[in-house]
């Protein structure tokens, strides 16, 4: 199929658009002989490549097929998804993380009810209004669902790009991001977009990885700036630091005769609308004797003194932004003292905690009790 030679490493237009239908051919090739064999592929049904999607937002594929079963087990179509209770959807999404998926799906679903008479949307611009449905899902699920000419792009083809073609452009800037859009769309293959757009999502997961890519055995390798100049390892320029924010949370684990106490997150905060134990959150460290001190401890438990603590778990949970420097406390009460916590916290009996979607946090302390 190739019968000529292009000088690697050029920015010429001309030869750009030579290499961009070669680079095309050849990753359609690849893809066809390499590329994943993963359930959602297996339809055409836009709600279950949503789905699929949006699982895969901020989940490897391996962890995301499981919960992919699961989903569509539970929720097999649209309106399952849409008359269910949030918190059924938040327990099912439990420890897959970035909860604001879930609901959104579970608001989406609704919508769709609503201002589409329940049928998927199969249109680009009428699926970019769903909730958490942004430029690169909404092209995916066109491409894939309805055939439409959308080129997806994310991290991956930013750092497929920008090595190909050398783009030396910070990936987060707005010029970066202009050239890589402009290129990805060059590259797109109009006759079959939905699998020009898989083989990229593969391509990108398989071959050209974020580190150690597998640059010997690449069918690009020809059309490669960044290997013909052997500066793989310097692209993409990514030069946004993000900073760390660290938390302290205390966990109270209450017990009384068989029962526990669960409060709701709310706020726009990490993990809004999951459940959790009592907790305090302090600006540093501390440690039982200073949470003692605190005017929630007194709120909580209101002067009553006879209880026995418990230091159960100190672990740090890291979460893409945030690092959570947390211990849980399991404290028991005996059964005759009255026990009256503020109205936001409240008792349930301790078999039906499984029954509430918590974070993975509380999730890891609860497979150590
Ligand atoms: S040669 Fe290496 S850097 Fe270039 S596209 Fe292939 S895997 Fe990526």
Redesign the pocket.
């Known amino acids: 199929m190739i019968s000529f030679v292009i000088k690697k490493g050029t920015n010429s237009n001309e030869m750009r658009e030579n290499n961009s239908s070669l680079i095309t051919a050849n990753l359609l090739d690849w893809y066809k002989k390499e590329g994943r064999d993963l359930p959602w592929r297996e339809t055409s049904d836009p709600y279950k490549i949503w789905i699929s999607e949006i699982i895969l937002q901020q989940t490897r594929v391996a962890q995301g097929r499981e919960y992919y079963f699961r989903f569509i087990e539970k929720f097999p179509d649209l309106e399952s998804l849409a008359m269910a209770e949030e918190d059924e959807v938040l327990k099912l999404w439990q420890g897959l993380g970035y909860y604001t998926r879930a609901r959104n799906l579970h608001a989406a679903a609704k919508a769709v009810m609503d201002r589409f008479n329940g049928i998927f949307p199969s249109t680009y611009s009428d699926i970019i209004t769903l909730r958490g449905v942004g430029e690169y899902t909404a092209a995916a699920i066109a491409s894939i669902a309805f055939n439409e000419p959308h080129a997806v792009v994310d991290g991956n083809v930013f750092?497929?790009i920008s090595?190909?073609f050398g783009i030396t452009l910070s990936i987060h800037s707005s010029e970066g991001k202009k050239t890589i859009k402009k290129i990805a769309r060059s590259l797109l293959y109009t006759e079959e977009p939905g699998i020009y757009n898989q083989a990229v999502m593969d391509?990108g997961a398989l071959?050209?990885?974020p580190t150690q890519?597998?640059?010997?055995?690449?069918?690009?390798?020809d059309?490669?700036?960044?290997?013909a100049e052997n500066r793989?390892g310097e692209?993409p320029i990514n030069d946004r630091k993000i900073a760390l924010r660290n938390r302290y949370f205390h966990y109270f684990h209450i017990l009384q005769n068989n029962s526990t106490f669960l409060q709701k997150r709310n706020g726009s905060d990490i993990w809004k609308n999951l459940f959790e134990f009592p907790l305090i959150e302090t600006p540093l460290p501390n440690d039982f004797s200073q949470l003692v001190k605190t005017d929630f401890f007194g709120e909580l438990f209101g002067g009553i003194t006879l209880f026995s603590v418990d230091h159960k778990l100190a672990i740090k949970h890291r979460l893409t932004h945030q690092l959570i420097h947390t211990h849980f406390y399991q404290m028991i009460i005996p059964e005759e003292i009255p026990f009256n916590p503020p109205k936001n916290i409240f008792k349930i009996e301790n078999e039906m905690l499984s029954d509430y979607p918590v974070s993975r946090l509380t999730h890891k302390y609860l497979e150590t009790i």
């Not at 890519?213 to 390798?221: A, D, G, I, R």
């Not at 059309?223 to 290997?227: L, M, R, V, Y």
């Open positions: 750092r497929v090595r190909l391509f071959i050209c990885t890519p597998k640059c010997v055995e690449c069918v690009l390798q059309w490669c700036t960044a290997f793989v692209l």
